[in-house]
């Protein structure tokens, strides 16, 4: 059974939705991993920033490979 072409197009919106959402969010990681930087320059971080660093740290570089892994893969 296909599907009608209105959902096609709903669906394919909530896709682009996803997908800038997603740009959102690494555009925000980014921001926040310099900030902390900033931060860690003029003071100690403490342990929740540390922590926050930390991950910003591995998961920013990380989301970059996979994102462009999948654009090559399409």
Do not use: H
Not at 17 to 46: A, G, N
Not at 51 to 63: D, E, L
């Amino acid at each position: 059974m296909q599907n009608p072409k209105g959902a096609d197009y709903l669906i394919t919106i909530l896709e682009n939705i996803k997908e800038l959402t997603s740009i959102l969010i690494f555009i925000s990681s980014i921001i926040y991993r310099r900030q902390l930087k900033l931060t860690k320059w003029k003071r100690k971080l403490s342990k929740g920033e540390m922590t926050m660093y930390i991950i910003t740290s591995i998961a920013i570089p990380f989301y970059g490979i996979t994102y462009f892994i999948l654009l090559l893969g399409t």
